[in-house]
């Protein structure tokens, strides 16, 4: 009759081997949330968007291409006829960040953002008017649809690079910022041809 205490005992020599191992082979990937943060990916579709007025010739596609009808636009035309848009909000309560708004943009003018914490007690604090969409301090635009962007972003922890001893984020060790101003990949569409696009 086998003796159960030896089997026992054995079990949790194999279980407490196999936590030593993970120990000490493995990168801790529990991080203290909130004073520290894995970097996310990339191409992360992040709870916001990113708008660039100086990019933007309010032509209206994002809105239009828009499954929920989150993009109200309003536009006026200047004096050397081009388009500007007066009104330009977004409602991040109703969005699903499909991306489609992005996708759709002939002047690369609209961007996924980066950031995942948007909770809020009010709904309505969650339409954001054409002021509070440019980048700025943690809405910051994403490499998703821009690979302009991409290039400048740090790698993702963890999943698909390995590691995270240098890409956590501590107050010490802030993100950093990538250029909201950086140049679109595509050429095909010069300042000229985008106030061309505005004159209705
Ligand atoms: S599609 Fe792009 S350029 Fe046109 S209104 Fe939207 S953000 Fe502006
Ligand atoms: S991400 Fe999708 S749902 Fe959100 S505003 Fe853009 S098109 Fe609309």
Request: one cysteine or more.
């Amino acid at each position: 009759m086998p003796d159960n205490r030896i089997s026992l005992g054995q079990g949790i020599l194999k279980g407490l081997a196999l936590t030593i191992k993970h120990f000490i082979s493995r990168p801790i990937i529990t991080v203290q949330y909130p004073e520290e943060r894995l970097v996310t990916s990339r191409r992360i579709r992040g709870c916001d968007l990113v708008w660039d007025s100086e990019r933007c010739t309010a032509c209206c596609t994002c809105a239009k291409s828009c499954p929920q009808g989150n993009i109200h636009i309003e536009t006026k035309v200047r004096p050397d006829n081009t388009r500007e848009a007066v009104v330009f909000e977004i409602d991040h309560g109703r969005s699903m960040f499909c991306g489609l708004c992005v996708e759709s943009c002939p002047f690369d003018a609209i961007h996924m953002g980066r950031s995942y914490e948007r909770a809020t007690y009010n709904r309505d604090s969650l339409v954001i008017p054409k002021e509070k969409l440019v980048a700025q301090g943690d809405r910051q635009p994403s490499g998703y649809f821009r690979p302009q962007f991409e290039e400048t972003l740090p790698p993702q922890s963890l999943l698909i690079y390995g590691g995270k001893s240098s890409e956590v984020k501590t107050p010490e060790n802030p993100p950093p910022q990538s250029p909201a101003t950086a140049a679109p990949v595509s050429e095909k569409k010069e300042p000229a041809e985008r106030e061309k696009v505005g004159v209705k």
